[in-house]
């Protein structure tokens, strides 16, 4: 899949958002998928882009994060044949920010010392859904970016 935003180009997709990257440009864009509740998928979007507020505020995390946070509005999104399937994403609940190259772990997985030390820090910003976090880690053992993290974790109850 494509954006019409740039050249951008399907890099990964999680439970909530699809990521294109530009690479030309060094920018990625996570647009929100269409799910049955709506307000569940906002609720969530409203905990990630005031998280990475928080984050950018914080002197202690934001070198942590992506730079450049920015929310946007893509105009069509394409697969890979052309056609528009913009109708299967919420395109008005989308952020960019700097595409970071790297391998991404989740957070559960690496040196438990580091781990608690980057989610205190994040906690200690107000920012406490880190369970899902995904992190790479420079050669010195340190996390040096950090992404996919949330103010709340939103909860899906049996009724949604």
Not at 31 to 58: C, G, P, Q, T
Not at 75 to 83: A, M, P, T, Y
Not at 126 to 133: L, N, R, V
Not at 139 to 157: H, S, W
């Amino acid at each position: 899949m494509r954006t019409l935003w740039g050249a951008g180009h399907y890099l990964d997709e999680g439970a909530y958002g699809v990521i294109f990257a530009d690479k030309a440009v060094g920018r990625i864009i996570k647009i929100f998928k269409r799910r049955l509740n709506e307000a569940h998928v906002h609720s969530v979007f409203r905990a990630e882009i005031d998280a990475y507020d928080l984050a950018a505020s914080s002197t202690e995390i934001s070198n942590l994060i992506p730079g450049n946070f920015q929310i946007v509005n893509p105009r069509n999104i394409l697969d890979n044949h052309g056609v528009n399937v913009t109708d299967k994403f919420f395109p008005d609940l989308a952020f960019q920010t700097d595409l970071v190259e790297g391998y991404f772990h989740k957070i559960g997985i690496i040196d438990s010392a580091e781990a608690s030390r980057v989610r205190q820090l994040f906690r200690k910003a107000g920012i406490y859904h880190t369970s899902d976090m995904s992190v790479i880690v420079g050669t010195e053992g340190c996390i040096r970016k950090a992404i996919d993290f949330a103010t709340v974790e939103c909860e899906l109850t049996h009724d949604e």
